[in-house]
């Protein structure tokens, strides 16, 4: 299995080209299933949970092509996918597929809304915290489906098409969300979603549904109105930004002292971020074109900070946080609100050298002179993800294992830091 190998150290220096947005990008891609005409997507970005979606879109009969590159353009530019489900050939998404990336488990809606029946497997994915599907099967049922479960597969149907509902979900649920906008723009009469997720990737899928014919009003607030349509038609959509790259190199800038210009990235996406990091001391100047994240040395100020549902701090960046503020001056609270047990890496992280109190769902982070480096094991993808932040400010080598949690979420890592300046290479055991 490869691992990745850091020799800490070195400065960021340089320019990072912020990709298009996982967490869009997927159900952006699951949305083609709505229509028979070509979904056209923009500025995809290149990761194993894209090429794993393609396939398991594949078997139910969407035909995908990947724009090949044009002269002069570069591996950093985003992926052109042209997605088309002239038929849907099958109903099932098995378990073997399933199982591997959560998000799959959202082609339940647009299969069931489109062919008024789908079996689907129970989700996998990263192993944090329990994370149910209850709202997204209560939301079916709303809609007027029937659901059974067997054998680990939700069994969903609704011969006679869905019927729109008012969707009360009592826990913002980005998933939850997407599933519920995706099933009622098909459904016939009106849907409001209530306690919706405001996540921006929630508003670029319904931009895009939008554009695919659909009629939904309260965009990126907490009550969504659907007036369900009896076909959608094709459309060409760009994927917006990945706000969780963003910050994530934004940190490993400020971790190592240094100097980076995220190319493309909104600040607009992850202002409640921002401010946190500019609350420990870090420069951001938001640019025209993307945002200088800066910090000249010393200890940053310690932050207390409480993840929750956008526009709050999200989880998703919450690894990667803790890393960064085990070099603050004094001592941090970081508490995780959304997720369970979504600590794994803080036993990691204490390997190299951090001091990280758990108790109950807060870490209590010390900040201390410096860190060394070590082995560490990548235990999901963001927590991954944090650990190559640590060991970029680390004295000697880190050497990171299963990093096939970060390819899932961060196109050529290596690649975007190695440019500014980072020695970090993979290697095959
Ligand atoms: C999405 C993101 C993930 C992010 C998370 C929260 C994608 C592909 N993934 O995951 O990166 O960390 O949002 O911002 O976009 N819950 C229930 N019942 C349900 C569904 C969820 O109790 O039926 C709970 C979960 O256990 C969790 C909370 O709701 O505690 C939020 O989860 P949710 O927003 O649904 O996360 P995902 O959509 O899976």
């Not at 080209?17 to 923009?42: D, V």
């Not at 369900?228 to 094709?234: I, K, P, W």
């Not at 060394?372 to 932040?389: C, E, F, K, P, W």
């Amino acid at each position: 299995m490869d691992r990745i190998r850091i020799i800490g150290g070195e400065r960021l220096q340089g320019t990072i080209q912020i990709s298009g947005a996982k967490n869009a990008a997927l159900p952006l891609m699951i949305a083609s299933l709505l229509t028979r005409e070509t979904l056209t997507l923009k500025n995809v970005p290149r990761l194993a949970d894209v090429t794993l979606l393609s396939r398991i879109l594949g078997n139910h009969g969407v035909d995908i092509t990947v724009v090949g590159k044009k002269a002069g353009q570069t591996t950093i530019d985003g992926q052109t996918f042209k997605l088309k489900a002239v038929e849907i050939v099958d109903t099932t998404a098995p378990y073997e597929m399933i199982s591997r990336m959560r998000a799959s488990f959202w082609v339940l809606a647009p299969l069931l809304a489109r062919c008024g029946e789908a079996k689907v497997s129970l989700p996998g994915g990263c192993v944090i915290g329990t994370r149910p599907v209850d709202l997204h099967l209560t939301t079916l049922e709303s809609l007027g489906a029937s659901i059974e479960l067997e054998g680990g597969y939700v069994i969903a149907k609704a011969p006679k098409g869905l019927t729109g509902a008012r969707i009360a979900l009592s826990k913002v649920s980005v998933g939850a969300t997407h599933n519920a906008l995706m099933a009622a723009v098909l459904a016939r009469g009106d849907t409001v979603i209530e306690n919706a997720a405001r996540e921006p990737e929630v508003a670029d899928l319904a931009s895009c549904l939008r554009k695919m014919g659909a009629r939904i009003g309260g965009i990126g607030t907490s009550t969504l109105q659907v007036q369900g349509v009896e076909r959608l038609h094709g459309a060409e959509h760009r994927v917006l930004p990945d706000r969780i790259e963003t910050g994530t190199y934004a940190m490993a800038a400020a971790m190592t002292d240094g100097d980076v210009m995220l190319e493309g990235a909104r600040a607009d996406l992850l202002q409640e971020v921002l401010q946190t990091l500019r609350s420990t001391g870090i420069e951001i100047e938001e640019r025209p074109s993307g945002l200088r994240v800066a910090w000249n040395g010393g200890a940053l100020n310690p932050v207390s900070v409480e993840t929750s549902p956008f526009p709050g701090f999200p989880t998703d960046l919450q690894a990667q946080l803790v890393a960064l503020m085990s070099r603050a001056n004094g001592l941090s609270k970081v508490r995780e609100t959304v997720f369970e047990n979504r600590f794994m890496h803080v036993q990691e992280l204490a390997r190299l050298g951090a001091r990280i109190d758990l108790k109950g769902d807060t870490a209590f982070v010390t900040g201390v002179n410096g860190l060394h480096g070590g082995q560490v094991m990548a235990t999901d993808l963001r927590a991954s993800v944090s650990l190559i932040i640590a060991g970029l400010a680390a004295q000697g080598e880190t050497l990171i294992g299963r990093i096939y949690h970060l390819d899932r979420g961060f196109e050529r890592i290596e690649e975007k830091l190695g440019q500014c300046g980072a020695r970090i290479e993979r290697v095959s055991a």
